[in-house]
């Protein structure tokens, strides 16, 4: 009798510790904001990203939605108001159709077009750990929800279906929003 009870104690255990292990290995990325990239990502050695996403149009993306120029556009496309409408915001809000629980609570829509839009939902990789190993080439990008980020990327608003398209130079507007970390 004691050692039954000691064996469904044990697959007990053993089933607790795998479902465990099954969970931590299933954990979703969530959306964490640009905030919580800044955190990091100020300063000249870590190649200054967040300044230089701050000054570009992406991080005012959403703000432009709610000029007077992005309300007569939308008006002309039948839009009552482009901060609102599905149209509008798949370019100017990163994550904007992603379910709620794809968001973390520091996730906000204000922020336009973020980090995240080229990099991938950042709560995975957002530690100095796994940053270090990315930078390292020993993690797996896919595994924690990481893109290096290229220019397809761009070409997903930066095209002909936006009222206001102008022609996409690619590497001349790359240029802008580049961000390298400096090596040594």
Known sequence: MKKSLW???LVFVLALVF???LF???EKAQYIGAAKCKMC????AK????????????????????TEEAKAVGKKAGID?????????KCHVTAYD????AKAATYKMEDGVTCETCHGPGSLYQSMKVMKALAAGTQDHAAVSYNPGDLKSCVKCHNQESPTYKPF??????KQIAHPTPKG
Do not use: F, R
């Open 98 to 101: 992603a379910p709620a629980t």
């Open 7 to 9: 064996m469904v104690g």
């Open 41 to 44: 990502h100020t300063a000249k």
């Open 47 to 66: 190649g200054e990203a967040h300044p230089i996403w701050s000054k570009s149009k992406h991080a005012s993306a959403y703000a432009t939605l709610g």
């Open 19 to 21: 479902s465990m292990n």
């Open 24 to 26: 931590a290995q299933t």
């Open 169 to 174: 130079k690619a590497e001349q507007d790359w």
């Open 81 to 89: 108001d482009p901060q609102k409408s599905s149209k509008c915001l």
